[in-house]
């Protein structure tokens, strides 16, 4: 049996790796992706390669997305490969920031959204 977190952050760690140095695939230390994760990797590969981007960057991968890539090739993803996908999607964005020179993701308000501050935005 395969620890499925074990196997989540090796692929991760390959994916940092191959983002940090582009140009190094094949150097002999590049670290190889595990033979568990080759399918999900792969998956993984296929929806980063129809990945969208706006102005602010890449957007992530969403489930209707995976769903699509999952019919139309007819090959099920299952619920853990699900994770992992999200895992290195995750993993992807983060890097990208950090390539673009912002070190952390934006700051997200987390105040409590009211009626009052819609009403008073959209004058509703």
């Known amino acids: 049996m395969v620890d499925l977190d074990w196997l989540t952050e090796r692929l991760c760690e390959v994916l940092r790796w191959h983002m940090a140095k582009p140009d ?41 997305e995976i769903d699509a890539w999952s019919r139309l090739y007819r090959e099920p993803v299952w619920p ?19 390539k673009s020179g912002q070190a952390d993701a934006p700051e997200v308000n987390l105040r409590p959204f009211s009626l009052d501050v819609f009403d008073a935005v959209f004058g509703a």
């Open 80 to 98: 853990f490969e699900l994770d992992i996908i999200r895992a290195l999607d995750g993993a992807f964005l983060k890097a990208s920031l950090q």
């Open 24 to 64: 190094r695939a094949s150097d002999p230390l590049a670290p190889d992706v595990p033979f568990a994760g080759e399918r999900v990797w792969s998956i993984f590969l296929a929806l980063n390669a129809a990945r969208t981007g706006s102005g602010f960057g890449p957007n992530p991968i969403t489930h209707p």
